[in-house]
Nanobody, 123 residues
Framework: QVQLVESGGGLVQAGGSLRLSCAASGRTFSTYAMGWFRQAPGKEREFVAAIGWSGGNTYFADSVKGRFTISRDNAKNTVYLEMNSLKPEDTAVYYC????????????????WGRGTQVTVSS
């Protein structure tokens, strides 16, 4: 069982930056791949970024590539999403999720989810 708690969301102007954190419980965090997803009002939840269990492999949605960075600290049981050059269309609730598989872009492969943190980007 893994419990996930996101933090770091907030209101930022377009062009600004935020760093989201996701703290995980459990001693097996280092064996899970981690992902970030987001859901804007009236839209489906979508993949943003993911990182393998070792941190060696990272994946990004085309919409955030070059602006967002994902990283993890297995000693702290935490995964991060560094978001730069934010745009109003990045406004959404951001969720972190964990899985022990290999299809890191697939929302249905994730077994554990946090409750989300709101990110609002003003124009």
């Amino acid at each position: 069982q893994v419990q996930l708690v996101e933090s770091g969301g907030g209101l930022v102007q377009a062009g600004g930056s935020l760093r989201l954190s996701c703290a995980a419980s459990g001693r097996t965090f280092s064996t899970y791949a981690m992902g970030w997803f987001r859901q804007a009002p009236g839209k489906e939840r979508e993949f943003v970024a993911a990182i393998g269990w070792s941190g060696g492999n990272t994946y990004f949605a085309d919409s955030v590539k070059g602006r967002f960075t994902i990283s993890r600290d297995n000693a702290k049981n935490t995964v991060y999403l560094e978001m730069n050059s934010l745009k109003p269309e990045d406004t959404a609730v951001y969720y972190c999720a964990a899985q022990d598989g290999t299809y890191l872009r697939d929302i249905y492969e994730y077994d554990y989810w946090g409750r989300g943190t709101q990110v609002t980007v003003s124009s």
